[in-house]
């Protein structure tokens, strides 16, 4: 049996009688709508009721799913801890859940490449049920209680793991034969208004439009072209949440409907109700987007720089064959057009990969460390692939589906201040004592020099409190 039904809800506290005092009565339409929610899920008596709250747990490479029997909560942090919940869990759905998530490397789902799926149980800091939780359930409460839950958090991993992460759910609730409902808990931009409590940004309220429109139309597929740096600018909060819905949805008939939509506070409420019917194959978004994205990805690899088609073959010669490639695998006719340079010039390099629109390994050096570009191209894009901290190693499943751009540093400058940096033409290196960070120009999402530089600093350790010296340069960006 799959999923019943699907509701996408926001988590203001304000909308409870008992937080808002009144000031709930501002937001209307969003009360009335979470209402019909909270009837429809009512009629369709589920056992259970899976929530996605980016208020659970969070890590950057996982999704945690809430272990154990049972969780309370109230909320006692908005100043009503007489609102309160004991909820019991669906331990059979949960360990079904972890199972699909521990067999997903065996060639079933689209994440065949890695040895098991990132989420599970484990990593629990605050078994307290969280306001994005609750909230939900405030609502569903009053109209039925005949159900268990299951709470899953959101992660810093891509657009498309969340939507495998919604696809593995639903694999659990028809081999369980759960009757469930899909509550995707989340708020949209917290920067509608310059009166907010978050300010204003223009990407505010191009969010709440496209995302209505996205959701209130059931085409789920877009979800998955919202680009990081965008959704970050936007601040918004439960992107990934709908993402993981959309998921659990997949391969089924959606009749989609827009609710409301409101912002009376600075921060935008949306809610949508999705009417879920049989199997329809056109609706397998991923499966679908994957293939426009890898069509486009293999003509953009036929067009690559020689630059990037050297970091590429290294890469993947690494990873295949366990080889490091040499000058000798260069002399066949696939590399004359290697300009001579590549072999006489010394300088710094960074390979960049990226997957899904999301970064997947950066690796470079500030001056050379090899007694040539090619040689440092190589070197640098096997570690990119293999040795970036922040990420797994890159499996041979994942190689059609990189992209990679290569940048060759001329030689840093000192710089007596900022006033001497511009984002787009310049990367950045801070230094104070042995920590050192660089940052390279022209990135998306870095527009302005205190930016650059702050996030240089994050990357260095190098507190607010501690002086640093800068240093410019110019870099040659090959794609």
């Not at 065949?112 to 800091?125: C, D, K, M, S, V």
């Not at 899953?152 to 657009?159: F, K, M, N, R, V």
């Not at 410019?472 to 090959?478: A, D, G, K, L, P």
């Amino acid at each position: 049996m799959p999923i019943l039904g699907a509701f996408m809800v926001p988590h203001p506290p304000i909308i409870l009688p008992e937080v808002g005092h009144g000031e709930e009565e501002n937001i209307k339409a969003t009360t009335q709508a979470y209402m019909q929610v909270a009837q429809e899920i009512a009629e369709l008596k589920p056992d259970t009721i899976i929530i996605s709250s980016p208020h659970s747990i969070m890590y950057s490479d996982y999704f945690h799913i809430s272990p154990g029997k049972r969780a309370t909560g109230n909320m006692g942090r908005f100043n009503a801890s007489e609102v309160s919940f004991d909820e019991e869990y669906d331990t059979e759905l949960v360990d079904e859940i972890c199972r699909i998530c521990d067999g997903y490397g065996n060639g079933d789902g689209e994440a065949a490449n890695i040895q098991e799926f990132p989420a599970g149980t484990l990593g629990e800091r605050d078994s307290s049920l969280d306001h994005g939780t609750m909230i939900p359930l405030y609502f569903i409460r009053q109209f039925y209680g005949t159900f268990k839950i299951v709470r899953i958090g959101l992660s810093g991993l891509s657009l498309p793991m969340h939507y495998e992460m919604g696809q593995i759910i639903q694999k659990a609730v028809i081999s369980t034969n759960k009757r469930a409902v899909y509550v995707a808990s989340g708020d949209l931009s917290h920067k509608m208004k310059k009166e907010g409590p978050y300010g204003y940004a223009k990407e505010g309220p191009e969010y709440d439009e496209r995302i209505m429109e996205v959701c209130g139309s059931g085409d789920f597929e877009k979800l998955l072209d919202f680009d990081d740096v965008f959704c970050e600018k936007a601040a918004e909060c439960g992107h990934r949440s709908f993402v993981m819905m959309a998921g659990a949805l997949d391969g089924l008939d959606v009749k989609a409907q827009k609710l409301s939509h409101e912002a009376t506070f600075g921060v935008g409420y949306g809610i949508c109700r999705f009417e879920v019917g049989g199997t329809n194959d056109n609706r397998r978004f991923l499966k679908s987007w994957r293939a426009a994205k890898t069509a486009l990805l293999k003509q953009k690899q036929a067009d690559e720089d020689p630059y990037v088609r050297l970091a590429r073959f290294s890469l993947e010669s690494y990873i295949t064959m366990g080889k490091r490639i040499t000058r000798k695998d260069l002399e066949d006719d696939r590399w004359k057009d290697l300009p001579e340079e590549i072999f006489k010039q010394k300088a710094g390099a960074f390979v960049s990969i990226h997957k899904d629109g999301a970064l997947r390994g950066c690796i470079g050096t500030i001056l050379p460390t090899c007694r040539c570009v090619a040689d440092e191209i190589m070197q640098n894009a096997i570690s990119a692939g293999t040795n970036d901290p922040r990420f797994p190693m890159i499996g041979e499943n994942e190689l059609d589906s990189l992209e990679m751009s290569v940048d060759v540093l001329d030689e840093p400058e000192p710089i007596d201040g900022p006033d001497q940096l511009d984002v787009k033409r310049y990367g950045v290196i801070v230094t104070c004592g042995r920590k050192r960070g660089l940052l390279l120009p022209n990135l998306d999402g870095v527009d302005t020099i205190p930016e650059q530089i702050e996030i240089a600093c994050r990357k260095a350790g190098i507190r607010d409190d501690e002086e640093y010296s800068l240093e410019r340069f110019e870099v040659i960006r090959h794609n």
